[in-house]
């Protein structure tokens, strides 16, 4: 089964306002990423961060890792209307080769 | 310089019927994986090719499904007997390793079985 979860499955915020979104796993993890998905493309990565890692930035993007709670969030700040995008988490076990991705955060910015 | 390619880009096919799905990985990308989407839905790890080891099949959902990887390069998800449950898209990604690497998607193959 799927290990990623995000909440909330959609989010609709207009331009310029912040924009969480969450996400839960199940088992100890290597590493966890986001990924962006825009409509019927491929994913693109954003950023990466690694278990012993509590918070990264890049951008307008910042990402916390609780291993405690097993979650993620991503903060996207002064969001623009090209935001617009499915964002998805994705984490790597400590064991095997599978990256397990969640379902997916819908993001719409209004402009 | 390029990225990951597939092919086709769309496949319709009749259920039944054999398909075979292309990917051309990123040059230097020792890693590759295979996903399915369907509609509305997240990734589903299908299976994984690291080096001249064997790969990792745990995510194929049939023995209908397999997959190659020749001299390292490009891989071939075949589907045999295809069925309408296969209907999805199919994505390939690449990269420098397993562990503290992005991966490098290609556009995806959609494939509708009818």
């Known amino acids: 089964s799927q290990q990623g979860e995000e909440d909330p499955q959609a989010l609709s915020i207009q331009e310029g306002e912040n924009a969480t979104m969450n996400c839960s796993y199940k088992t100890s993890i290597n590493n966890l990423q986001w990924y962006r998905q825009n409509s019927g493309r491929g994913l693109v990565h954003l950023i990466l961060i690694r278990s012993n890692e509590r918070e990264k930035h890049s951008g307008r993007l910042r990402v916390t890792l609780d291993t405690s709670k097993k979650s993620s969030s991503l903060l996207i700040t002064a969001s623009r209307a090209a935001d617009t995008a499915s964002y998805f988490c994705a984490t790597l076990s400590n064991t095997g080769n599978q990256f397990y991705f969640g379902t997916g955060t819908s993001l719409t910015v209004i402009p | 310089g390029a990225g990951v390619s597939q092919s086709p880009s769309n496949k319709v096919t009749e259920k039944g019927k054999d398909v075979e799905l292309r990917c051309d990985p990123i040059s230097g990308h020792t890693a590759l994986y295979w996903y399915r989407q369907s509609l509305g839905q997240g990734l589903e790890f299908l299976i994984y090719?690291?080096?001249?080891?064997?790969?990792?099949k745990s995510g194929l959902p049939s023995d209908r499904f397999s997959a190659e990887r020749t001299g390292g390069s490009v891989s071939t998800l075949t589907i045999q007997r295809t069925q309408q449950e296969d209907s999805a898209v199919y994505l390939c990604a690449s990269s420098f390793g397993r562990s503290y690497y992005e991966q490098y998607f290609g556009p995806g193959t959609r494939l509708t079985v009818t």
């Open positions: 090719f690291q080096g001249n080891s064997a790969p990792d």
